[in-house]
C-alpha cells in the first residue's frame, strides 16, 4: 500500500511539474504574439513622432520579420548545440533588449534596429517552445502540451490589443512598445529552474539527467521510454541539417516548408499587423478600431483553446483541413463587403464579422497544426535545425506578405486582395488533404521509425489517408 501512495504522488506531482513546465515555456509563445500585436496598434502614434515615407512605415513594421528569419536561421542550430533550456532564456534577455530599446528609440533608425532585436527573440521563441514541449511532454498529451504555445501566441496578441487600448487615449506607443519587457522577465525567471528536455539531454551524453527529468513529467513506464530514446539516438547519422536532403526525409522537409508557406500567404498576419488599419478605412476612428480588434483577439484565443481541447481527439490532419477550408470562404466574403458600396456604417462591422470568422478558422487549424507537426514529424538529430529551416521560410512569407499587403491593396483594391488570400487558402487545403501524416497519440520515436522504415511515404497522399481511417 505504501509503495502504491507513493506512486500515486508521483504521478500526481508529475502531472502538476509537466503542465507547469509547458505552460512556463509557452510564454515564448506570448513574447511572440506580444511583438506581433502590438505593432499595430503602436503604429498609429508612431508617425505623430517621427515623419517616415510609406517605404519607412514598411521597413519599421517588417523589421521585426527580418529579425526573426535571422533568429529561426540560427535558432534551431544553437537549440541543438546549446540545449532548448538555455536558448529560452537567451531569447527573454533578447526581447528584454530589444522591447526596451524600442522604447527609449530617439529616430527612427534607432526604432528599426530596436524591432530587429525583437525579431531575433522571437525568431528564436518560434522555434524552441514548440520544440522544448514536444519533447518534454507525454505521447497522449503532446499535442494539447505543444499547442499551448500557439494559445500563447493568441494570449500575446490579445494582451497587446488591451495595452494598445489602454494607451489609446494619450497614443503614448513608447509605453506599448515597452510594456513587452514584462513577458520576458517572467519567462526568463520561470525558466531558471526548469529541466532541459529529456532528448537533448540523452543525445548530449546526460542519460541518468535525461532519466531524472522523465521521472519528474511521467506516468508510464520510464525504462521503455528511454529505450525508445536510445534506439533512436543509436540510428542518427550524424550528418545534421543534410539528412533532411535524403530520400526518407523529404517528404517530411516538402510537408514542413509548404505548410510554413500556407500560413503566411493566406493572410493571417496581414490581417493580424493591419487590421486597425483595415478597420478604419470603413470609416471607423483610431480608437475605435483598436477597440474592434480586442474582439478579434478574443475569438483568437477561445478558438486556439478550443483547438487544444481536440488536436489530441480529433487529430491533427482533421483539425487543420476543417480550418484551412473557413479560410477560403471567409476572405471571399470580406472580399464582397469592400466591393459592394453603401454599407455606411454596417461596414465596418461586417468587416470585423469576416475578420472574426477568419482568424477563427485559422486559430482551430493552421496556426496550432503547423507550430505541433513540425515539432514531430523530425528526427531528433535535425529537430532543432530542422525547425530553424521550416521556420525561416515561414518568417520569409511573413515578410513578404506583410511588405506586399499595402502593394496590393493600392493596386489591385481590397477586394481582389481578400480574394487572392481565399485563393491560396484553396491552394493550401488541396496540399493539407494529399501531404500532411496524422502524428495523434504517437512517440517521437515511432514517428521517426515510420519515416526510416517507409512506413511513413503516410507524409504523401497514400499514407495520409490510411492513417485517418484507422481512427
Known amino acids: 500500500m505504501a509503495t502504491a501512495n507513493t506512486d500515486d504522488t508521483q504521478a500526481s506531482g508529475g502531472d502538476r511539474f509537466i503542465y507547469l513546465t509547458a505552460g512556463l515555456a509557452a510564454l515564448n509563445g506570448l513574447l511572440f504574439g506580444f511583438d506581433t500585436g502590438i505593432i499595430s496598434g503602436a503604429f498609429l502614434y508612431i508617425n505623430n513622432t517621427f515623419t517616415m515615407s510609406p517605404l519607412v512605415e514598411g521597413i519599421v513594421i517588417s523589421g521585426a520579420m527580418a529579425g526573426a528569419a535571422f533568429g529561426a536561421a540560427t535558432g534551431g542550430k544553437l537549440a541543438d548545440q546549446i540545449g532548448r533550456r538555455r536558448l529560452i532564456l537567451l531569447g527573454a534577455v533578447v526581447f528584454f533588449i530589444g522591447s526596451l530599446t524600442m522604447a527609449i528609440a530617439p529616430t527612427v533608425l534607432v526604432l528599426v534596429v530596436g524591432r530587429l532585436i525583437d525579431g531575433v527573440a522571437i525568431g528564436f521563441a518560434s522555434i524552441v517552445g514548440p520544440l522544448y514541449i514536444s519533447e518534454i511532454a507525454p505521447p497522449k498529451i503532446r499535442g494539447a502540451l505543444t499547442s499551448l504555445n500557439q494559445l500563447m501566441v493568441t ?48 543525445e548530449h551524453d546526460q542519460p541518468d ?18 529505450d525508445e530514446i536510445k534506439k533512436t539516438v543509436d540510428k542518427q547519422s550524424g550528418n545534421g541539417l543534410s539528412d533532411l536532403f535524403e530520400s526518407w526525409l523529404r517528404p517530411a522537409l516538402i510537408v514542413g516548408l509548404g505548410l510554413a508557406v500556407f500560413q503566411q500567404i493566406t493572410g493571417i498576419n496581414a490581417v493580424i499587423y493591419y487590421a486597425p488599419t483595415i478597420l478604419e478605412s470603413t470609416g471607423f476612428g483610431s480608437s475605435t478600431s483598436i477597440f474592434a480588434t480586442v474582439g478579434i483577439g478574443v475569438i483568437n484565443v477561445v478558438m486556439t483553446i478550443v483547438a487544444i481541447a481536440l488536436i489530441d481527439r480529433v487529430g491533427r490532419r482533421r483539425l487543420l483541413l476543417v480550418g484551412v477550408g473557413g479560410m477560403v470562404v471567409t476572405p471571399g466574403v470580406l472580399g464582397a463587403v469592400f466591393y459592394l458600396p453603401g454599407f455606411g456604417g454596417i461596414l465596418g462591422w461586417v468587416a470585423t464579422g469576416s475578420l472574426m470568422l477568419f482568424v477563427a478558422f485559422f486559430a482551430i487549424g493552421l496556426g496550432p497544426v503547423f507550430w505541433l507537426l513540425i515539432s514531430e514529424i ?10 530553424g529551416t521550416v521556420t525561416v521560410a515561414n518568417w520569409g512569407a511573413n515578410l513578404l506578405v506583410s511588405l506586399a499587403f499595402p502593394v496590393l491593396t493600392a493596386n489591385l483594391g481590397k477586394p481582389s486582395t481578400f480574394w487572392l488570400f481565399g485563393i491560396c487558402s484553396l491552394l493550401a487545403f488541396v496540399f ?9 497519440g504517437r512517440s517521437l520515436e515511432a514517428i521517426e521509425a515510420d519515416l526510416r522504415d517507409n512506413v511513413s511515404d503516410s507524409v504523401g497522399a497514400t499514407g495520409t489517408e490510411s492513417v485517418p481511417s484507422r481512427e
Open 155 to 202: 494570449l500575446g496578441i490579445l494582451i497587446s490589443y488591451f495595452v494598445n487600448y489602454a494607451f489609446a487615449d494619450t497614443g503614448d506607443w513608447r509605453l506599448m512598445l515597452g510594456t513587452g519587457m514584462i513577458p520576458a522577465v517572467i519567462l526568463a525567471l520561470g525558466m531558471l529552474k526548469m529541466p532541459e528536455s529529456p532528448r537533448w539531454l540523452y
Open 209 to 226: 539527467a535525461a532519466r531524472a527529468v522523465l521521472k519528474r513529467t511521467r506516468e508510464s513506464d520510464i525504462d521503455a521510454e528511454m
Open 378 to 387: 523530425y528526427p531528433l538529430s535535425v529537430r532543432g535545425s530542422a525547425m
Open 432 to 440: 493539407a488533404y494529399r501531404m500532411v501524416p496524422e502524428t495523434k
